[in-house]
C-alpha cells in the first residue's frame, strides 16, 4: 500500500480575513491519505475556519486548498456538533438525503446496524437522544462513501461516557474505511487518544504539531495530552502558588 | 404602511370602486387575507435554521433542491400558523362585507332579520357561521397534523 503516503489534502498559504479580523493567517498544511489529523487549540483560533475552507464551505482570502481527487466534493462530509437533522424526516429519510443512488435504502440499513440504530429507520429526530442523532449524522455522512471526513467538535454536546463510545465507534470507521480524517477538538484528551497527529492552532497558525505513538496506551496519552496543552496554553509548567 | 390600514377600513373605498357585489367582497376578502399568509411566510422562510442550509450547500443542492428539500418544509410550520389565521381573518371579513356590502349572502340576511326583529332568523345566521368557521378550522388543522406529523413525535410518545 504505498498509496497511503499519498498526499490527501493540501494547503498552501492560507490566510482568511473577515472585514479587518484575521482568522488564518499563513496556514500551511499537508494531509496524508488516512491520516487522522486532530486540531486543537483556544476558542476563536481558526479551527472551524481552516475545516470550513478545506470543505469549500468558504474561499480563503489568499492561497490554496487542494484536495487529491478530480471529484473531490463527492468525496469529502462534513460533521459538526450539531446533528444538522432535518426534523421532519425520519431517521432513514434523512440518510436518504441528498443520494441518488438506487441501493439507498439497503445501505442506509448496514450504516444504521454500524452504529446500532437499525431498530430506529422510522423514529424522527425528536424522538431520538443527543448520542443517537450524532450517530445518526455520523451515519449519513457516511452514506456517500466520502473519502475524507471533516468532524468540527462532533462530540462536542456529549456526555462523557456516550463521547468515549463514540470516540470508538468514529475511530473503528475511520479505519475500517481507511478514511482522512481531521477532528476539531476542544478536549486535548480526546485528541491524543485518536488521532495520528495533533495539529495546535495559535495565533491563527498552525504553531506545533506532535505525532502520536501507534498503539498508545493510557499514559502515552496522558503525556501527549499534557504536553499538547502545555504548548496551547503557552505554559512549560503550572505554578500553583500557596500563600 | 399599506398593511397598517386594517382591511375593514377600505370598505367604503372598496365600494365605490367595484359596488356593491361579488368582486367587492372577494376584493375585501383577497385584501384581509393577504397580509397574515404573506407575513408568515416571509418570517418561515427568514427563520430557517442556517445550519440546514449549510448543510444543504455542503450537500451541492441546486438552488431548487434548497427550495423543495429545505426551506419549504422548514417554513412550511409558520406558513399553516398564517393561513390558518387568515381563514380567520376571511369569516370574519365576510361577515362584515356581507352586513355591509351586499345583497345577498348570510350576513344580508342577518342584517335584515335585525331590521325586522326576527330574532330567530339572526341566531340561525350565527349558528351558521359558527359551523362555518368551526369547519375551515378543522380542515387546516387536519392539513397541519397530516403534513406536520413530525411535529407530534414527542419524545413521550415515541
Ligand atoms: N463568518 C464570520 N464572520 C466574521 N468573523 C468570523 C466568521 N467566522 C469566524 N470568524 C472569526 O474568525 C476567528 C476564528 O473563528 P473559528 O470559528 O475558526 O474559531 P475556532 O477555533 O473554531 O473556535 P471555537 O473553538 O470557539 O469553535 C474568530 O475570531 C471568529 O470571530
Ligand atoms: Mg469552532
Redesign the interface.
Known amino acids: 500500500m504505498n498509496e497511503l503516503n499519498n498526499t490527501m489534502i493540501s494547503i498552501k498559504n492560507i490566510n482568511k480575513t473577515y472585514n479587518n479580523l484575521t482568522a488564518l493567517h499563513d496556514v500551511n498544511l499537508d494531509i496524508k491519505q488516512g491520516e487522522f489529523i486532530a486540531l486543537v487549540g483556544m476558542s476563536g483560533g481558526g479551527k472551524s475556519t481552516l475545516l470550513r475552507l478545506i470543505?469549500?464551505?468558504e474561499r480563503p482570502t489568499t492561497g490554496s486548498v487542494t484536495i487529491d481527487q478530480a471529484d473531490s466534493?463527492?468525496l469529502m462530509?462534513?460533521m459538526?456538533q450539531?446533528d444538522?437533522l432535518?426534523?421532519?424526516?425520519s431517521v432513514l429519510d434523512n440518510l436518504s438525503?441528498?443520494s441518488k443512488d438506487k441501493n439507498t435504502k439497503a445501505h442506509a440499513q448496514e450504516l444504521l446496524e454500524l452504529v446500532e440504530l437499525e431498530d430506529y429507520a422510522d423514529?424522527?429526530p425528536?424522538?431520538l437522544s443527543g448520542g443517537q442523532k450524532q450517530r445518526v449524522a455520523l451515519a449519513r455522512a457516511l452514506m456517500s462513501h466520502p473519502k475524507i471526513l471533516l468532524l468540527d467538535e462532533p462530540l462536542g454536546a456529549l456526555d462523557a461516557l456516550t463521547r468515549r463510545k463514540m470516540q470508538d465507534l468514529i475511530l473503528d470507521i475511520c479505519q475500517k474505511q481507511n478514511l482522512t480524517t481531521i477532528l476539531v477538538t476542544h478536549d486535548v484528551e480526546e485528541a491524543a487518544r485518536m488521532a495520528d497527529r495533533i495539529i495546535v492552532m495559535k495565533d491563527s497558525t498552525n504553531s506545533y504539531e506532535e505525532d502520536c505513538p501507534k498503539n498508545r496506551n493510557a499514559g502515552q496519552i496522558g503525556i501527549v495530552a499534557d504536553r499538547v496543552l502545555g504548548e496551547i496554553l503557552d505554559e512549560k509548567r503550572v505554578e500553583i502558588k500557596t500563600a | 404602511m399599506f398593511r397598517n390600514i386594517p382591511h375593514l377600513a377600505l370598505i367604503p373605498l372598496i365600494i365605490l370602486w367595484l359596488g356593491i357585489n361579488e368582486s367587492a367582497k372577494i376584493s375585501l376578502v383577497a385584501i384581509g387575507t393577504m397580509f397574515p399568509v404573506y407575513i408568515n411566510t416571509f418570517h418561515g422562510i427568514r427563520s430557517v435554521d442556517p445550519?440546514?442550509i449549510?448543510?444543504g450547500?455542503?450537500?451541492?443542492?441546486t438552488k431548487k433542491q434548497m427550495f423543495f428539500?429545505?426551506i419549504f418544509?422548514?417554513a412550511?410550520p409558520q406558513i399553516l400558523v398564517g393561513i390558518r389565521y387568515a381563514l380567520g381573518v376571511m369569516w370574519t371579513t365576510l361577515i362584515v362585507a356581507e352586513t355591509i356590502s351586499a345583497s345577498s349572502g348570510i350576513g344580508y340576511m342577518a342584517n335584515n332579520a335585525e331590521d325586522f326583529v326576527d330574532m330567530e332568523t339572526v341566531v340561525l345566521c350565527i349558528v351558521v357561521y359558527a359551523i362555518l368557521g368551526k369547519i375551515s378550522d378543522l380542515i387546516a388543522k387536519s392539513f397541519e397534523s397530516l403534513l406536520?406529523d413530525?411535529?407530534n413525535?414527542?419524545?413521550s410518545n415515541?
Not at chain 1, 432535518?86 to 424526516?89: G, K, Q
Not at chain 2, 450547500?57 to 443542492?61: I, K, M, V
Open positions: 470543505a469549500g464551505l466534493k463527492t462530509r462534513v459538526f450539531e444538522r432535518l426534523p421532519w424526516m438525503f441528498g423514529h424522527y425528536t424522538q | 445550519d440546514l449549510e448543510m450547500r455542503s450537500y451541492e443542492l428539500k429545505i418544509p422548514a412550511l406536520l413530525w411535529q413525535t414527542g419524545r415515541a
